[in-house]
T-cell receptor
Framework: QKEVEQDPGPLSVPEGAIVSLNCTYS??????FMWYRQYSRKGPELLMY????GNKEDGRFTAQVDKSSKYISLFIRDSQPSDSATYLC???????FGDGTTLTVKP | GAVVSQHPSWVICKSGTSVKIECRSL??????MFWYRQFPKQSLMLMAT?????????EQGVEKDKFLINHASLTLSTLTVTSAHPEDSSFYIC?????????????FGNGTRLTVT
């Protein structure tokens, strides 16, 4: 079983939509979670870094962790064409990632 | 903070030659660095784990004699693609943890696009 599984894409939404990106993880001992954004032909950049359960908000982005169901989510409000990228979820302390969800926000 | 610099960002080489890619942690020390390969529209594939002062650990299926990794200092790891062939053309990305808490997030370089002609 993979340590982290990501909802497959691709995902295409109109500008201004709320986007929900989701992952599940296998080990309840995991405590730190990350979301990365990767633009085409660039390295992934750290978007959100969260600990344990609950929500963390940064501008239009909200990361949510539900430890009871081992589920992590990234919400993007008022999505913009510049948000078009591949989003990766990851577990801190691990070098492997979800397969990524490619998001396209259409103007 | 936590900047990882990768160089070069783009390289073209002839088949049979070797290419070296550098990965530097600019503002932190990294005992461990990772090297990934990514084909177009595919996910990151971990190639090897680079450990400062010791031999790298390669993932299954990755040829250690072809992809030479050297982690000579706490801020520099290099990946050398030896006797490159067109099938080695890909996007290579490195990442690193700041030395310290195991739960530090990974920080990535901006990748190196290798084209072998």
């Amino acid at each position: 079983q993979k340590e982290v599984e990501q909802d497959p894409g691709p995902l295409s939404v109109p500008e201004g939509a709320i986007v929900s990106l989701n992952c599940t993880y296998s080990n309840s001992a995991f405590q730190y979670f990350m979301w990365y954004r990767q633009y085409s032909r660039k390295g992934p950049e750290l978007l959100m870094y969260t600990y344990s359960s609950g929500n963390k908000e940064d501008g239009r982005f909200t990361a949510q962790v539900d430890k009871s169901s081992k589920y992590i989510s990234l919400f993007i409000r008022d999505s913009q064409p510049s948000d078009s990228a591949t989003y990766l979820c990851a577990i801190a302390g691990k070098s492997t990632f979800g397969d990524g969800t490619t998001l396209t926000v259409k103007p | 903070g936590a900047v990882v610099s990768q160089h070069p960002s783009w390289v073209i080489c002839k088949s049979g030659t070797s290419v070296k890619i550098e990965c530097r942690s600019l503002d932190f020390q990294a005992t461990t660095m990772f090297w990934y390969r990514q084909f177009p529209k595919q996910s990151l594939m971990l190639m090897a784990t680079s450990n400062e002062g010791s031999k790298a650990t390669y993932e299954q299926g990755v040829e250690k004699d072809k992809f030479l990794i050297n982690h000579a200092s706490l801020t520099l790891s290099t990946l050398t693609v030896t006797s490159a062939h067109p099938e080695d053309s890909s996007f290579y990305i490195c990442s690193a943890y700041p030395t310290g808490p195991y739960n530090s997030p990974l920080h990535f370089g901006n990748g190196t696009r290798l084209t072998v002609t």
